[in-house]
């Protein structure tokens, strides 16, 4: 069995690791972490760390003893060098709340790139981790809407970066970008996502630490994340109806399978096929077929399969990058934000208009 620890940091990564003890309770009420036993394989253990109050009180499937308020009025307000200070002030007493949980095969530490506690902390408490403990760790990214405004955009890139340089053994992209194609209400739609990002790595969780037929593990995971740049996605399907096994493998590696706008055959760089389902769906067949075309264009592809008698196919794919024109674009815009930040600033701290106003009352005082 796997110790397996998830951290969410800021509202976005809150939500995310809510809505994967949500799908582990079987998406029962709210009161379900109070009498309901969760359904994962492994040994699991959650924290969600937010500055925001609120954020964390919003959580309805994570146990209170599983959040971590760091007082700092009611944010940081998307400064990310707020929350750098704040992290540092309170390093000590989040790394102790984590040391208590025990020792751990793999963590995985959730964010959002935009916000600011958790695009500040995420990249800090990762270094953190990787310097006090000896296993994995692992960024779940999740990037802005490009138009979500310069602050955001900034903050992505630079929150990309740190993570980075912060010793992670990779970062699994998502993109806000899909909830476009998901339609809906705001709302609706970033329920959406979070649901997407939960059920892929519950469905990874189980993967990992499961007897398949033909096996993957964790030591699989650990050499595909190795691969490419440091960079990777996951794609997902699941069949709703009867549907042939290499039409679902398909699915699951198309754009609309995937958190990351990617050309899997152009950009990827290595790959984990991990498919469960019934037997008679299963074509052993069809499945090689499917996995030798994948690797003729990527490399070393690990693939895993799951029998679940009277269950319909579902097939999840993690693709490591060498490279990702997406996330090129999204630094061309970056820049472009930050320069126009920039520009803004220096527009304000040049104009002597409003202190000439002001002058006009120097020496003066109100008369009532």
Do not use: W
Request: one cysteine or more; aromatic letters at 8%.
């Amino acid at each position: 069995m796997l110790n397996i620890l998830i951290i969410g940091t800021g509202q976005c990564g809150n939500r995310i690791l809510d809505a994967i003890n949500r799908e582990a309770f079987g998406k029962k009420s709210r009161f379900a972490k109070f009498y309901s036993q969760q359904k994962y394989k492994s040994n699991v253990q959650t924290i969600a760390i937010n500055t925001a109050i609120n954020d964390l009180r919003e959580m309805s499937f994570t146990k209170a003893k599983d959040r971590i308020h760091i007082p700092h009025l009611h944010g940081v307000g998307a400064n990310r060098n707020v929350g750098k200070h704040v992290f540092e002030d309170n390093k000590t007493h989040i790394m102790r709340q984590i040391q208590e949980r025990g020792d751990f095969d793999v963590c995985f530490v959730i964010t959002s790139a935009s916000g600011g506690t958790g695009s500040s902390f995420s990249p800090m408490l990762i270094k953190e981790l990787k310097e006090k403990g000896d296993f994995p760790v692992y960024a779940v990214v999740v990037l802005p809407f490009r138009e979500e405004g310069t602050l955001y955009l900034q903050n992505a890139a630079f929150c990309l970066r740190d993570i980075r340089e912060s010793g992670a053994d990779g970062t699994i992209l998502a993109d806000n970008q899909f909830l476009k194609q998901m339609g809906g209400n705001v709302e609706s739609a970033y329920n959406g996502i979070n649901d997407m990002i939960a059920r892929r790595l519950l469905f990874l969780l189980e993967a990992l630490d499961s007897e398949m037929m033909m096996v993957t593990d964790l030591g699989d995971f650990k050499t595909v994340m190795s691969g490419g740049a440091g960079l990777a996605t996951i794609g997902f399907f699941e069949a709703e109806s009867e549907v042939p096994i290499k039409n679902a493998i398909r699915e699951a590696l198309s754009p609309s399978g995937l958190l990351f706008s990617t050309d899997v055959y152009q950009e990827a760089s290595r790959s984990m096929i991990i498919i469960k389902g019934d037997k008679e769906y299963l074509s052993i067949n069809d499945i090689s077929s499917e996995v030798e075309a994948l690797s003729s264009s990527v490399g070393h592809v690990f693939k895993g399969i799951i029998v679940r008698k009277g269950e319909l196919p579902q097939v999840l794919v993690v693709l490591t990058l060498e490279s990702a024109s997406e996330l090129e674009n999204l630094y061309s815009i970056a820049v472009d934000a930050i320069n126009y930040e920039r520009q803004k600033k220096e527009r304000v701290e040049s104009q002597k208009d409003v202190d000439r106003a002001f002058s006009q009352i120097d020496g003066m005082d109100p008369s009532y």
